[in-house]
C-alpha cells in the first residue's frame, strides 16, 4: 500500500467476506463459472461521501444507497483456476443492464480477466452512486476472489467511458488501467477552438493525480464514425499529451461509428493496459 493515502484500514475492510455470496471461492470446486447475477453485503471503505469528495475534488449530493440494495453480473471464464494470476474489468454501462458483447468472452479468457458489472448503473443513475456501485464492485470481488492488484481495470461504452475515465484518474491506486470506448472527460478544461472548451467535470486530489500520470494506463477508443470522435482526440492531444501521462493509447477503429468495438480492437486495447512485455514496478495497494 502506498503510505500517503494514509488508510491502513482499507487492507481490514477488504479481507474475505465470509457473508457474500462467493465466500470460499479460492476452492476450485466452489466456483460458479459463466454468469451470474450476485450480492454483496459490504461496500468498499473509500466509497464514503467524504473520501469521494476528497478524490474528485467537488461536492457530491448524498443520496440513498445500500449496498445490500444492489445487484451484479459476475462472469468468470471457463479457464478460470485459482493457480494462476487474473485480473479484473469493472464495467460502468451507460444502460441499466450490464452488457457486453458475447465475442469479448474469448478474450476476456485469453487476458485472464474476471469481469463485475452492476446493473442500474445507467446514465439516469446519480453519478455519486455509479460511481460508488463500481468501487463496492471491485472491492467485494477482490474481498472473494485471488486477484492481480497490478491488473484491476475500469472501463465502459459512452456515457459509462466518461464514468471510468474519471475514476480511472481519482482511483489509480485502485485501477491500473482504464479503457475509455467513445467517451471521455478531463479535469481541465479541453480547448476546442476560439474560446470554446469541453469543460472540466472535476478535480483530483493532487497525489492521486501524480499516481495516475506516472502508473495508470489509458486507452481512449473511438471510432472514425464516432460523434465523439473529435472530443476524444482533443481530450488526448490537449489534455492527457501536455498534462504529463505516460502511458495513453489512441485507437481509432476504421468505419466504427458509436459503438463497442469487436474483439480484436478489445485485444489491442488489454494488450495496452497489461503492460505487455513491461513490468510495473509501483506498488498497488489491495482494494
Not at 455509479?130 to 491488473?151: G, H, M, P, S, W
Not at 475500469?154 to 467511458?161: L, Q, T
Not at 501521462?245 to 459503438?259: D, N, R, S
Amino acid at each position: 500500500m502506498n503510505a500517503h493515502f494514509g488508510i491502513p484500514q482499507f487492507l481490514l475492510a477488504c479481507a474475505l467476506d465470509a457473508a457474500t455470496v462467493y465466500a470460499g471461492a479460492a476452492d476450485t470446486n466452489r466456483v460458479a463459472l459463466g454468469r451470474h447475477d450476485v450480492q454483496f453485503s459490504q461496500s468498499a471503505p473509500y466509497v464514503t461521501t467524504a473520501e469521494i469528495k476528497r478524490r474528485f475534488g467537488v461536492s457530491v449530493p448524498t443520496r440513498d444507497y445500500e449496498i445490500t440494495g444492489q445487484k451484479f453480473q459476475l462472469f468468470i471464464p471457463e479457464a478460470y483456476a485459482t493457480n494462476s494470476d487474473w485480473g479484473l474489468l469493472v464495467w460502468i454501462s451507460p444502460g441499466d443492464q450490464p452488457r457486453i458483447p458475447s465475442d469479448w468472452d474469448l478474450e476476456l479468457a485469453k487476458h485472464r480477466l474476471l469481469f463485475v458489472s452492476a446493473y442500474d448503473s445507467g446514465n439516469n443513475r446519480p453519478v455519486v452512486n455509479r460511481i460508488r456501485l463500481a468501487l463496492d464492485a471491485t472491492c467485494n470481488v477482490c474481498r472473494q476472489f485471488k486477484i492481480d492488484r497490478r491488473r484491476i481495470y475500469i472501463g465502459c461504452f459512452s456515457g459509462g467511458s466518461r464514468m471510468a475515465s474519471m475514476i480511472g484518474i481519482a482511483y489509480p491506486d485502485i485501477f491500473a488501467g482504464t479503457l475509455c470506448i467513445c467517451g471521455v472527460d478531463f479535469y481541465r478544461p479541453v480547448p476546442t477552438g476560439v474560446r470554446q472548451y469541453y469543460p472540466a467535470t472535476f478535480l483530483p486530489d493532487a497525489q492521486v493525480l501524480s499516481l495516475a500520470k506516472k502508473s495508470g494506463r489509458f486507452v481512449l477508443l473511438t471510432g472514425e464514425s464516432d460523434f465523439n470522435r473529435e472530443n476524444t482526440k482533443a481530450v488526448l492531444e490537449k489534455g492527457f499529451k501536455p498534462n504529463g501521462f505516460a502511458h495513453v493509447l489512441y485507437l481509432e477503429v476504421p468505419g466504427m461509428k458509436h459503438a463497442i468495438p469487436g474483439p480484436t480492437d478489445l485485444n489491442t486495447a488489454l494488450e495496452f493496459l497489461d503492460g505487455t512485455g513491461e513490468k510495473s514496478t509501483t506498488p498497488r495497494r489491495d482494494p
